[in-house]
DNA sequence: AAGAGACCCTGTTGGC
DNA sequence: TGCCAACAGGGTCTCT
């Protein structure tokens, strides 16, 4: 469930503790967590710095050293949890008790040691998602990194290239959001926000949308992410952060998960549909086809 | 080429 | 109350 804005939040959080530390231990307890890990040994990792931490779309980059880089995709129930060795904790994911419980536990599958005594665990109890260690020079031929979309806060997401993307498309337009070759980062929360926000169903065909509804389309999906960056992103049901806060952009969530309550704009109930296989939050009254 | 659907995985939810 | 099928979903793969 992770997605843009909750990565940047952990990429965030982490860069402020993990930034020049050094690893002194790796230990791969799932190994299809860490596929293709084989070609290039995770000792190579050892004694080696954290030099920084980059986002792209939902992927966060770890480079270590000169010559490499983590790459971490949590997928839907992937979490990145730092210990320090006075027991402190930071990071993020999908909320679970493993935020409040000892760690390890079993849904982690990966740990990594640092010389400060710091301890970072990949947990991930479905088990999707990844970490890949590459030479730092193929990050950029990495064919998922390659194929993703502009980043909706950077300059290059303008309107004409939303435009060009969604030109002569047959699919509905959730569909191409939640593609990531179309904008990169947006995944089931957010494109149903950006929708509410553009007033546009989600089952519209892209070729169906006019100049006007992609403009408003293209900068609803700005002001969503923009707002949920700020809020540090969407955590669900009880969880509670390392601060011990609840909330973020879930509370000011328009439809996402608030089935049966009322649109935020006129009042009428939240359904529930499916749109691309996927659980589908809208206004019927807001969202006309 | 584009679009639809299966698949991976496991804890949770809901129907009977 | 208990059982079990359905559900959740990002990205990749296959099929049409």
Redesign the pocket.
Known sequence: ???LPEVETIRRGLAGELTGSIFSGVEIINE?SMPESSSLGTELLLDQEIVGLRRR???LIIDVGKNYSLLI?L???GQLILERPDGGREGGGHP??AMVSALPD??TRVVFDFSDGKRLFFND????GWIKLKDRGEVEQD??LM?MGEEPLEAGFIEEVLRKKLR?????IK??L???TTVA?????Y?DESLHLAKIHPET???DLNDEQIAKLHSSIVNIIRTAVRLEGTTL?NYLNHRGEKGGYFEHARVF?RTGLPCPECGEEIE?I?V?????HICVNCQRK
Do not use: C, W, Y
């Not at 109890?125 to 999707?128: I, L």
């Open positions: 469930m992770p997605e299809s779309g939902k992927v995709h997928k839907m129930t679970t008790k079993k849904s109890q479905r088990k999707f064919s998922l194929r002569g498309r047959k699919a509905p569909a191409l939640l593609d990531q980062g947006l995944g089931n929360i494109v065909k892209a070729i049901r998960d529930k499916r691309a296989g996927r659980g589908t």
